[in-house]
Nanobody, 124 residues
Framework: QVSLVESGGGLVQAGGSLRLSCAAS????????MGWFRQPPGKEREFVAA????????GYADSVKGRFTISRDNAKNTVYLQMNALKPEDTAVYYC?????????????????WGQGTQVTVSS
């Protein structure tokens, strides 16, 4: 059983930064792609960023390109999401997820294990 635990969420003013972490319970993240998704209030879950198993190619939603950076430390079984220049529209519950394969994918159905989520609130 794979367990993913997100941390690092909180309340921040617009223009500020947060760094989310996703810790895996076992040594699984080193062989699969990992992704971050978010669900704004009253909206569907949406793709934010993903990274291949090797930490090489990455993918980002257009809304976060240039502001967010995904990275991973396979030795620590941890994936990160550095969020800079935050905007009120970034307010959401953020989830990390493990991909079913090693490649980047923007579709939630391409991910099989999910964390419980961490709340990010950006005030204007």
């Amino acid at each position: 059983q794979v367990s993913l635990v997100e941390s690092g969420g909180g309340l921040v003013q617009a223009g500020g930064s947060l760094r989310l972490s996703c810790a895996a319970s076992i040594r699984t993240v080193s062989t699969y792609a990992m992704g971050w998704f978010r669900q704004p209030p009253g909206k569907e879950r949406e793709f934010v960023a993903a990274i291949t198993w090797s930490g090489g190619p990455t993918g980002y939603a257009d809304s976060v390109k240039g502001r967010f950076t995904i990275s991973r430390d396979n030795a620590k079984n941890t994936v990160y999401l550095q969020m800079n220049a935050l905007k009120p529209e970034d307010t959401a519950v953020y989830y990390c997820a493990r991909g079913r394969t090693t490649v980047v994918n923007t579709n939630p159905s391409a991910y099989d294990y999910w964390g419980q989520g961490t709340q990010v609130t950006v005030s204007s």
